[in-house]
């Protein structure tokens, strides 16, 4: 099972990205989805999560600034962000659960200069 996470770039105080993840080499639907984040000198933190039935998870900083959304069919989902801080900058990884095991993609560097 691979991850592929692509979007990550170089942005502006208060601009947007979309980060896509999509899966592939399962024969089954990912159950869970969801976007992690690490910045250099801290652990990994959840940033987003969606099941396959489109419930939501967010961490408090970004409610209201990041949405979720999932393709099921594909096995894909995305990350849109806007009004994005410095304090967003990190390196952003898609993780993804199956009944046998957890998954995550290489991780894509988010940085936002103020």
């Known amino acids: 099972v691979q991850l592929q996470a692509s979007g990550g770039g170089l942005v502006q105080a208060g601009g947007s990205l979309r980060l896509s993840c999509a899966a592939s080499?399962?024969?089954?639907?990912?159950?869970?989805m969801g976007w992690y984040r690490q910045a250099p000198g801290k652990q990994r933190e959840m940033v987003a999560i969606?099941?396959?039935?489109?419930?939501?998870m967010y961490r408090d900083s970004v409610k209201s600034r990041f949405t979720i959304s999932r393709d099921g069919a594909e096995d894909t989902v995305y990350l849109s962000m806007s009004s994005l801080k410095a304090e967003d900058t990190a390196i952003y990884y898609c993780?993804?659960?199956?009944?046998?095991?957890?998954?995550w993609g290489k991780g894509t560097q988010v940085t936002v200069s103020s």
């Open positions: 993780n993804g659960k199956l009944p046998g095991g957890d998954y």
């Open positions: 969606i099941s396959n039935v489109g419930s939501t």
């Open positions: 080499g399962s024969t089954s639907s990912m159950y869970k």
